[in-house]
């Protein structure tokens, strides 16, 4: 998985919580992305980074903010949980080429 | 913005036979043309990609070509095993730097090669 790891990998929490996905990698790559996979929608950006405090909004933003302190982290967080949250969520990394590695995911359920 | 089409959903052969998945993109700005494999509870991996100054790439049994003039991008494996059997995706972007790195994704194909 290209030296990145996403913690945790599976999670399970109530409506109105809030919950942080992190994304580490270890190949010093400029742009980190944050994906979220649903059956029949594929893969869809939910935000992204450029560099260390540079982030934008993706297709699907709404309900996610994220953070970029450091190089190797990227975090996602859901402020206040909602079952329509309920998804895989995938952080890939690209360098200076644009090919983009993504990491094992973390599947999360929103009760 | 981008937008991706990916045909079929699903698709069945039988190992030896060839496979090939076929996408359509709409910005022609678009410039970088990846392919994904995504097994069962594992992250999409990248297996070709093709940029658009070639019209074709080829690696061991999989090749990608591109049609610019179209619009359209497609996937052939060749003497498939039941080892390809997985998800593919296409994608697209326009591959220039910052935010043009953003991919755009197709829905995806179950590829099920049966022994």
């Known amino acids: 998985d290209a030296g990145i790891t996403q913690s945790p990998r599976h999670k399970v929490t109530e409506t109105g919580t809030p919950v942080t996905l992190r994304c580490h990698q270890t190949?010093?790559?400029?742009?980190m992305y944050w994906y979220r996979q649903d059956p029949g929608h594929g893969l869809r950006l939910i935000h992204y980074?450029?560099?260390?405090?540079?982030?934008d909004k993706g297709e699907v933003s709404d309900g996610y903010s994220v953070s970029r302190s450091k190089t190797e982290d990227f975090l996602l967080t859901l402020e206040s949980a909602t079952s329509s949250q309920t998804s895989v969520y995938f952080c890939?990394?690209?360098?200076?080429?644009?090919?983009?590695?993504f990491g094992p995911g973390t599947r999360l359920t929103v009760t | 913005g981008e937008n991706v089409e990916q045909h079929p959903s699903t698709l069945s052969v039988q190992e030896g036979d060839s496979a090939v998945i076929k996408c359509t993109y709409s910005?022609?700005?678009?410039?970088?043309f990846p392919w994904y494999k995504q097994e069962l509870g594992k992250g999409p991996q990248l297996i070709i990609d093709?940029?658009?100054?070639?019209g074709e790439k080829k690696d061991q049994r999989i090749a990608v070509t591109l049609n610019k003039t179209a619009k359209h991008f497609s996937l052939h494996i060749t003497e498939t095993q039941p080892e390809d059997s997985a998800v593919y995706f296409c994608?697209?972007?326009?591959?220039?730097?910052?935010?043009?790195?953003?991919?755009?994704f197709g829905k995806g194909t179950l590829l099920t090669v049966n022994p």
């Open positions: 890939a990394i690209s360098g200076a080429k644009n090919e983009q590695y």
């Open positions: 190949e010093n790559h400029r742009y």
């Open positions: 980074s450029y560099g260390v405090k540079d982030t």
């Open positions: 910005d022609s700005a678009s410039n970088y």
């Open positions: 093709i940029r658009s100054n070639v």
């Open positions: 994608a697209a972007s326009k591959g220039s730097g910052g935010s043009n790195y953003k991919l755009t």
